[in-house]
Structure formats: structure tokens, C-alpha cells
């Protein structure tokens, strides 16, 4: 996984103090100025979403405006899962 966060600039993973990700922690990705991919970190499984905030600021700390499970136990080794990724990145 760790070649996914570094191929596609995600952040360095952080705790949610938000609650929207029951305090497990969080790596983002920027998409715009107010949409961002999120990948949350749960036990050893990871789960990818889509998300608008207000601000990059508020990332972990507040509630997301819109938030979009994409991927649930996202797995790089399964083509749809990689595609997935792309499809909001590229």
C-alpha cells in the first residue's frame, strides 16, 4: 500500500478527531480545492472515499460536507480497485 499513498501524493496518516471515521486514522489526497480522496486506516484493512470540505484545514478535525464510500478493503492487487483511484485522479 505504501507505493499507492506515494504514487498518488497521499498525506501521512493522522487520527480523526472529526468522528467521521470513528477516530481511526486518515490519509488524504487533494482533488481540488474541496474535494479530496481518503483513505482510512481500519485494524489492517483500508477503505477509500470521496469528500468535499470546506477547507484542506478541516480535514480529520471537521465532519466532511460530503462524504463517499468508493472502495471498502480497498486491495491494490484487484484491477477495479486501482481503476477506481485513476478514475478521480486522472
Same mark, same amino acid.
Given at each position: 500500500?505504501?507505493?499507492?499513498? #506515494? !504514487?498518488?501524493?497521499?498525506?501521512?496518516f493522522? +487520527? @480523526?478527531?472529526?468522528?467521521a471515521?470513528s477516530?481511526?486514522?486518515?490519509s488524504?489526497?487533494?482533488?481540488?480545492?474541496?474535494?479530496?480522496?481518503?483513505?482510512?486506516?481500519?485494524?489492517?484493512?483500508?477503505? #477509500? !472515499?470521496?469528500?468535499?470540505?470546506?477547507?484542506k +484545514? @478541516?480535514?480529520?478535525?471537521?465532519?466532511?460536507?460530503i462524504?463517499?464510500?468508493v472502495?471498502e478493503?480497498?486491495?491494490?492487487?484487484i484491477?477495479?480497485?486501482r481503476?477506481?483511484?485513476?478514475?478521480?485522479?486522472?
Amino acid at each position: 500500500m505504501t507505493n499507492v499513498f #506515494l !504514487y498518488y501524493n497521499f498525506s501521512p496518516f493522522v +487520527k @480523526d478527531a472529526s468522528g467521521a471515521f470513528s477516530g481511526n486514522e486518515i490519509s488524504f489526497t487533494e482533488l481540488n480545492t474541496e474535494h479530496f480522496l481518503i483513505f482510512e486506516k481500519s485494524n489492517d484493512t483500508y477503505n #477509500l !472515499y470521496v469528500s468535499k470540505f470546506n477547507s484542506k +484545514k @478541516d480535514i480529520g478535525l471537521q465532519k466532511p460536507v460530503i462524504l463517499e464510500l468508493v472502495i471498502e478493503n480497498y486491495d491494490k492487487s484487484i484491477p477495479e480497485h486501482r481503476v477506481a483511484i485513476r478514475r478521480y485522479i486522472e
